[in-house]
């Protein structure tokens, strides 16, 4: 029987060349390895979260569908970039003698920040739904999250020190927005209930503290041009991980017991009766778990007729 011996042949096959520019800074297959095996998480991630909402009622699933959406999008991304595709050669700012960063175009994964530009959204509408902020405050806050986001790109493709001031203004970003979840939606979660406070503090705290980490990766790799591609793989792989399939576990198991239209979002299928809301659907099937029928505390149903009904 013969040896059989495992190759990646991305980098062979695809090359560190773009536009006739060779990026003599790049990642080496063990990169390209860790690469494929983070996408390789994402994938059974996303898998598993579609799995888990098919449990679910259809009224029940948004949790799980904007989290398998992140790991989805994230398998993606790390595909292209375990394939050594979806970067550009740019010029670095600061060349290094450590012959690990030494040369002089260095290659600047453009495809990451597409990924982040669609799941970091993503992450925050789940966080911010589960605190039951308001629709105005959470497409602010999505807005300045894709502001930091740009500002991380293009601060990564410019060859200047003026890069820095891109950095800046995605650094403020990131604080108006670890404000917002570590106050303003924390405060959202009081009235909510306990298990709602406490899923959102376990997953806006997880959240906050990798996050803050992100500015600190950039900065040693597109940035600084500190450390090698292959440790620019596992400082944001290693990042990546925790923020999306690690941060949507905890979430869906949280997210468990509690019903989305006590965070107020009331979503109607199509088998619903269009009568009755999905707030009084929630309400028969909890008075139906605690063995009572749908009605007043005496066993009698309510059919009061609504005081603000429209006439004609």
């Known amino acids: 029987m013969k040896n059989f011996e495992r190759r990646n042949d991305a980098l062979r096959i695809n090359g ?3 536009n006739g520019i060779t990026a003599d800074i790049a990642i080496t297959p063990r990169g390209s390895d860790f690469y494929f095996a983070i996408c390789a998480a994402m994938a059974v991630a996303a898998f598993t979260f ?8 259809r009224r029940d699933r948004i949790f799980h569908y904007i989290t398998a959406g992140v790991v989805f999008v994230a398998a993606i991304s790390y595909f292209s970039m375990g394939s050594n595709l979806g970067f550009t050669p740019i010029v670095v700012e600061n060349q290094r003698s450590d012959p690990k960063v030494h040369g002089v175009f260095r290659e600047i994964f453009y495809v990451r920040y597409i990924d982040w530009f669609i799941t ?45 001031g891109y950095f800046a203004f995605g650094c403020l ?20 209930g ?9 997953c806006g705290s997880l959240t906050c503290i990798l996050w803050v980490l992100y500015p600190i990766a ?34 869906l198991w949280g997210h468990r017991s509690i019903d989305p239209a006590r965070l107020g979002l009331q979503i109607r299928d199509y088998e619903d009766d269009p009568a009755v809301t999905p707030v009084a659907h929630a309400g028969e099937k909890s008075r139906t778990r605690n063995g009572a029928t749908a009605g007043n505390g005496d066993g009698v149903a309510n059919d009061m007729p609504q005081d603000n009904a429209a006439t004609v």
């Open 50 to 57: 579609v799995g888990l909402a098919l449990q679910k009622h």
């Open 173 to 192: 970003a990131l604080c108006y927005i670890i404000y917002q979840l570590a106050w303003e939606a924390r405060l959202h979660t009081n009235p909510l």
């Open 120 to 164: 970091t959204p993503l992450l925050l509408m789940d966080l911010l739904l589960t605190a039951g902020m308001p629709w105005p405050t959470i497409l602010w806050v999505i807005l300045v999250d894709e502001i930091m986001i740009v500002c991380g790109l293009v601060g990564a493709l410019v060859r200047s020190t003026y890069k820095w």
């Open 194 to 202: 306990k298990d709602v406070t406490r899923v959102f503090f376990l």
């Open 218 to 251: 950039w900065g040693v790799c597109e940035g600084g041009n500190v450390i090698a591609p292959d440790s620019e793989a596992v400082f944001y792989g290693v990042l990546d991980f925790l923020a999306k399939p690690v941060f949507g576990a905890l979430l």
């Open 16 to 18: 560190n060349t773009v």
